[in-house]
C-alpha cells in the first residue's frame, strides 16, 4: 500500500541543474578529466550546445584504444524533459537500463536526473510496501576465505559489481565491491605502456592507469589482484535490511550511506537477497 505520496513530483523538481558535460570534438582525456574532478561515473555529450550522447566510464574501458569521444559515447541518448514526472523517469530508467537521463528543454540541456536522485526522492515518500517483491534472489556470493583473485574472477565472470560475502557458517560477513577489489590491486607495467601512464604531473586518472586498475573486467592482464582473502578487504558489518522492510526505508539505507545495493538477511543472518537501487523504482511504475 502507497501512503502519502505526494502528487506531481516534476524532474524539474529533483534534477541536478549545474551538469558536467563533454563537448565535441573532444577527447578521452578530457572525458577523463572531468570524471575525476566531479567524481561521476559519465556525462552527457553536447554539441552546438544540443545533447549528442553520453559517455560513461564503462564505455572508456570497452574501448581502450579509441581517442575520440565521438566515438567513444552512445549516440542518441534516451532523454526526458523538465515538465515529466516521477514515473515516467523511473519507467524510462528501467525500461533502457540506464543510470541516468539527460534532461532537455527545446532541444537544450538544462539537467539530469539519475537513479540515485530518484531513490533519494522516494527516501521523502512513505511507501510502506514490505521490500520482498522487489529482492533480486539470484545472487553470486564468495566465502570469507576465498583467495581475491578468484573473488575478481567470480565477479568478472557472472558480470556483478558486488558480492555478498558469507562465514562459515552461511551467515552475512561482508559485502565486496569492484571498487575494493581495484583499491586493494597493484598495478603492473604502467609506466611501461606509454608516456602518459607516468606523465601527466604523476596524475593516477591518466587513461593507461585507470585502463590498468579498471580491466579486471576486460581482460586486461596489468592488474595484480593480491593474494588476499574476501575477509581482509570486505566491507564489515555492511548495511542490511529485511523482506519486510519497507521501499522508502531501503531507499533511505541507500541515501544516508550512499550505496547502491542493500544485502537481505533474515532473523539468523542468512542472506536471502540483494535489493539494488534500479529494484527501488519498481513500485512507482506499479502505482500507476
Given at each position: 500500500m502507497l501512503t502519502h505520496m505526494p502528487k506531481n513530483i516534476f524532474i524539474e523538481d529533483i534534477m541536478v541543474r549545474d551538469v558536467a558535460c563533454a563537448t565535441l570534438p573532444g577527447s578521452r582525456d578530457e572525458v577523463l578529466k572531468?570524471?575525476?574532478?566531479k567524481h561521476i561515473s559519465g556525462v552527457p555529450v553536447l554539441k552546438d550546445s544540443k545533447v549528442v550522447g553520453v559517455v560513461t566510464r564503462t564505455n572508456l574501458l570497452q574501448n581502450p584504444e579509441e581517442e575520440?569521444?565521438?566515438?567513444l559515447m552512445t549516440r542518441d541518448p534516451i532523454t526526458i524533459s523538465p515538465g515529466s514526472d516521477l514515473q515516467t523517469a523511473a519507467r524510462l530508467l528501467l525500461q533502457h537500463d540506464v543510470r541516468r537521463l539527460p534532461v532537455v528543454d527545446n532541444g537544450k540541456l538544462v539537467g539530469l536526473v539519475t537513479v540515485a536522485d530518484v531513490v533519494g526522492t522516494i527516501a521523502d515518500m512513505n511507501i510502506d510496501i514490505p521490500i520482498k517483491d522487489y529482492v533480486e534472489t539470484?545472487?553470486?556470493?564468495?566465502?570469507?576465505?576465498?583467495?581475491?583473485?578468484?573473488?575478481?574472477?567470480?565477479m568478472e565472470l557472472a558480470g556483478v559489481k558486488a558480492v555478498p560475502v558469507l562465514d562459515a557458517s552461511l551467515e552475512l560477513t561482508g559485502i565486496i565491491s569492484d571498487r575494493d577489489i581495484i583499491s586493494a590491486s597493484v598495478i603492473e607495467d604502467s609506466v611501461e605502456m606509454s608516456d602518459m601512464s607516468a606523465g601527466q604531473d604523476d596524475d593516477a586518472w591518466t587513461w593507461e592507469s585507470m585502463r590498468d586498475t579498471m580491466s579486471i573486467y576486460?581482460?586486461?592482464?596489468?592488474?595484480?589482484?593480491?593474494?588476499?582473502?574476501?575477509?581482509d578487504i570486505m566491507i564489515r558489518e555492511p548495511i542490511t535490511a529485511t523482506y519486510i522492510s519497507s521501499v522508502s526505508d531501503c531507499a533511505r539505507k541507500m541515501k544516508r550511506n550512499r550505496i547502491d545495493q542493500i544485502p537481505i538477511i533474515n532473523s539468523n543472518r542468512k542472506l536471502q537477497g540483494l535489493l539494488r537501487d534500479h529494484d527501488l523504482l519498481k513500485p512507482l511504475i506499479e502505482s500507476e
Amino acid at each position: 500500500m502507497l501512503t502519502h505520496m505526494p502528487k506531481n513530483i516534476f524532474i524539474e523538481d529533483i534534477m541536478v541543474r549545474d551538469v558536467a558535460c563533454a563537448t565535441l570534438p573532444g577527447s578521452r582525456d578530457e572525458v577523463l578529466k572531468i570524471l575525476k574532478n566531479k567524481h561521476i561515473s559519465g556525462v552527457p555529450v553536447l554539441k552546438d550546445s544540443k545533447v549528442v550522447g553520453v559517455v560513461t566510464r564503462t564505455n572508456l574501458l570497452q574501448n581502450p584504444e579509441e581517442e575520440q569521444l565521438a566515438l567513444l559515447m552512445t549516440r542518441d541518448p534516451i532523454t526526458i524533459s523538465p515538465g515529466s514526472d516521477l514515473q515516467t523517469a523511473a519507467r524510462l530508467l528501467l525500461q533502457h537500463d540506464v543510470r541516468r537521463l539527460p534532461v532537455v528543454d527545446n532541444g537544450k540541456l538544462v539537467g539530469l536526473v539519475t537513479v540515485a536522485d530518484v531513490v533519494g526522492t522516494i527516501a521523502d515518500m512513505n511507501i510502506d510496501i514490505p521490500i520482498k517483491d522487489y529482492v533480486e534472489t539470484e545472487v553470486v556470493a564468495i566465502y570469507s576465505e576465498t583467495p581475491l583473485p578468484v573473488v575478481a574472477r567470480i565477479m568478472e565472470l557472472a558480470g556483478v559489481k558486488a558480492v555478498p560475502v558469507l562465514d562459515a557458517s552461511l551467515e552475512l560477513t561482508g559485502i565486496i565491491s569492484d571498487r575494493d577489489i581495484i583499491s586493494a590491486s597493484v598495478i603492473e607495467d604502467s609506466v611501461e605502456m606509454s608516456d602518459m601512464s607516468a606523465g601527466q604531473d604523476d596524475d593516477a586518472w591518466t587513461w593507461e592507469s585507470m585502463r590498468d586498475t579498471m580491466s579486471i573486467y576486460y581482460s586486461v592482464s596489468r592488474i595484480k589482484v593480491p593474494n588476499l582473502i574476501g575477509s581482509d578487504i570486505m566491507i564489515r558489518e555492511p548495511i542490511t535490511a529485511t523482506y519486510i522492510s519497507s521501499v522508502s526505508d531501503c531507499a533511505r539505507k541507500m541515501k544516508r550511506n550512499r550505496i547502491d545495493q542493500i544485502p537481505i538477511i533474515n532473523s539468523n543472518r542468512k542472506l536471502q537477497g540483494l535489493l539494488r537501487d534500479h529494484d527501488l523504482l519498481k513500485p512507482l511504475i506499479e502505482s500507476e
